[in-house]
Structures are given as C-alpha cells and as structure tokens.
C-alpha cells in the first residue's frame, strides 16, 4: 500500500527564512507524488507533481521539491518565505493502480512570523 | 468554469438524521472521491468512483453511502448522522490516467450534535 508521511505538523519561519517541509514516502512502485496546499476555510490547490521527467519539480508560488529515491524522500522548500505562505501543506502519493486514489499525510501547518 | 462545486458549504444536523452532500462536476472527470478531513489525520477516503456506474469503498466507508449515475454528480449520502461524523468533507475529480492530479471542491463543514 501506498502512504507518505509528514515529519512535523506545525512549522514557524521567519519572513525571508528558508522553507523546508518534509514528506517521505512508501511505495513499491515508481511514486506519483505531489503537494498540496490549503488556505483558512478552503479546498486543496495543487502546488506542484513529480512527473518523473526530473528529480527537481517547480511549482507554484516559488515553490519546489526534489524527489530523492534513495531517502524516500520528497521535500518541499521556498528559499524565502512569505507572509501568504502561512497555509497547511499535505504531501500525497497517488495510486494509479486502484482508480487513482489519493494518500495524503496529515498535514504541515506552516505559521511565517513577521 | 465551476470545477467543482460542493453543497451546502456548512450543515449541522442531528443525530441519527440522513442527510446527502451534493457534489458536481463540470470538467468531464471521470474519476470522483469524497475524502473527510480531521485535524491531525490529513485526508481520508471514504468512496470513490471510476465511472458512472461503479464505485468503491476507500479507507473510512462505515455510515455513508455514494452513487454515480452520472459523469456529473457523485452524491454522498450519510444514512443516521452521527457525532463521529462531524468533519469537513471534500469531493474531488480527477482525469484519470498515471500522474494525474486531483480537483477539489471547497469543502462541507458537517457538525453533528
């Protein structure tokens, strides 16, 4: 089965600090992977995917991950962080053998302080 | 465009009461889910759809029911609400096909008391 998991669930930057959010994940197969990110009362917006082509995947919103296959690994960062950054932050993996199901972790909730 | 769109956006019902989560389509996704979000637990998949015609359980199902008559709508129904149900509920599309991503819905909050 497959499954990520998000190593902290509150993380404090300083405006101008560097983001890091952590994802690691389970899978027997070659992962799709991707991140998510959820403002106050809102749905899920894509931030961005690992498609394979290469380890480092641009986003939205000057963010990126690079997918590390010998640490499990798909780490999200923002060299600066940004007011507007302040969110909460699922990494999930896709399941594309039952019906493209999605397992998401439980969640980074990224506070950025003035 | 709408995407996807959820009804109602807060409900609060009382034990024991039926109620039915409306969600609806416009991209021709074929692929639809309804997913419960609780703090500390990040998203959990109660049913999903391939089609219409066919769905499947996901990974909470218990106390819900889901049909899919058209490519549209992908209704979740709560049978006898009860106060372990309160969450906030998303529906989501998704094209179908390796590596795609989902669509979200703006979310349901359902408190049961």
């Known amino acids: 089965a497959q499954s990520v998991t998000q190593l902290g669930s509150h993380v404090s930057v300083s405006e101008g600090a560097l983001v890091l959010l952590r994802c690691n994940y389970s899978s027997s197969v070659p992962p799709y992977l991707f991140w998510y990110v959820q403002y106050p009362n809102q749905g899920l917006q894509l931030l961005l995917k690992?498609?394979?082509?290469?380890?480092l995947v641009k986003g939205i919103n000057g963010f990126e991950a690079e997918f590390k296959k010998s640490e499990t690994s798909f780490h999200l960062t923002k060299p600066s962080a940004h007011m507007s950054d302040a969110a909460e932050y699922f990494c999930a993996v896709s399941d594309y053998g039952t019906g493209n199901q999605f397992y998401f972790g439980t969640g980074t909730s990224l506070t950025v302080i003035p | 465009n709408a995407g996807v769109t959820q009804t109602p956006k807060f409900q609060v019902l009382k034990t024991g009461q039926s109620m039915t989560l409306q969600c609806a389509q416009d991209m021709n996704h074929e692929y639809m889910s309804w997913y419960r979000q609780d703090p500390g637990m990040g998203l959990r998949l109660i049913h999903y759809?391939?089609?219409?015609?066919?769905?499947d359980q996901g990974e909470v199902p218990n106390g819900y029911n889901v049909s899919r008559s058209t490519t549209e709508d992908f209704p979740l129904r709560l049978l006898s609400a009860a106060p372990s149900q309160t969450s906030v509920y998303f529906c989501?599309?998704?094209?179908?096909?390796?590596?795609?991503?989902?669509?979200f819905g703006q979310g349901t909050r359902l408190t049961v008391v």
């Open positions: 690992y498609t394979s082509a290469a380890p």
């Open positions: 989501a599309t998704n094209q179908g096909g390796a590596n795609t991503e989902a669509f």
């Open positions: 759809s391939v089609g219409a015609g066919i769905t």
